[in-house]
């Protein structure tokens, strides 16, 4: 049986800390390294309800994409919930891992398993990382539709490929466009809307799409976009890294036994829909508006 920190050694080399943005936070965060790990849980966030399964099923390790301190602390008192959950984790003898934007950098990392989620075949990142010689590493993918489907179908792909969530998925472009080459970022990716217009694809798949960034993109090129539950988005990263540990400990003859969390941890629970008539896409312009009719719904 391995001991924590050979677990975290072999993690470390898929995805190291030396790849992860200066701003973030990765690494082990609590646990012995000293203590024996046979049992591994895989997660998106490090909130209460998914350290309580932890507890539950046993794990000896926790390893999560989000930071559970992201801008540091000053104490871990159980007053607050994240005081909380790291005093249930030691209680309760489970080490807490986080791999953030090392693994969102890696190849293959989250936006790889996003990619393979909604059906593409990944042609290299939206942004390249320069130390990388073999040009797989960076930011984001860019990826094939064989063959072309339209924007709707591949919103439905999207859809039915992502685990669900009560918003669902945000679309805005013409429908009937035929898309051929998609751009995916797992989590925030508005910050990467002038590269991929670079890239010349006819999508963008990312999570958390603010509005002036939407629709500014939307005017300067015809890039239809696809928006889902940033949760949702890194969900399908966790499939990949535990079968990138398993695959480890296989080989090295270790008793370790892994799982992936299902719960949904999004933070959005409910979601109302309105009567609405979508707009019939304009020749000239990537949208056309659609004018708001201000008289009540009938009951």
Known sequence: MPKLSDVIAVLEEIYPPQWAESW??????CGDPDAETAKVLFAVDPVQSVVDEAVAWGADLLVTHH?????????????????????????????????HTNADHAHPGVSDALAEAVGLRVTGP???????????RGSGRIGLLEPPITLA??????????PATATGVRVSGDPDRLISRVAVAGGSGDSFFAEVRAAGVDAYVTADLRHHPASEATEAAPVALVDAAHWATEWPWLNLAD????????ERGWQLETRVSTLVTDPWTAHAPMPYTPPKPHS??????????PT????
């Open 126 to 136: 939206i942004i390249p990382d320069p130390t990388d010689p073999t040009g797989r």
């Open 24 to 29: 973030d936070a990765v690494g082990l965060v």
């Open 67 to 99: 930071p559970l301190y992201l801008r540091g602390t000053t104490s871990v008192a159980a007053t607050g919930f994240k005081g909380r959950v790291v005093h249930t984790l030691i209680r309760n003898g489970v080490a807490l891992h986080v791999a």
């Open 296 to 299: 009540p719904a009938a009951p």
């Open 284 to 293: 000239s312009t990537p949208h056309s508006p659609t004018p708001f009719d």
């Open 243 to 250: 079968r990138a540990l398993t695959e480890v400990a296989t």
């Open 153 to 162: 179908s591949f919103a439905a792909k999207v859809a039915d490929g992502l």
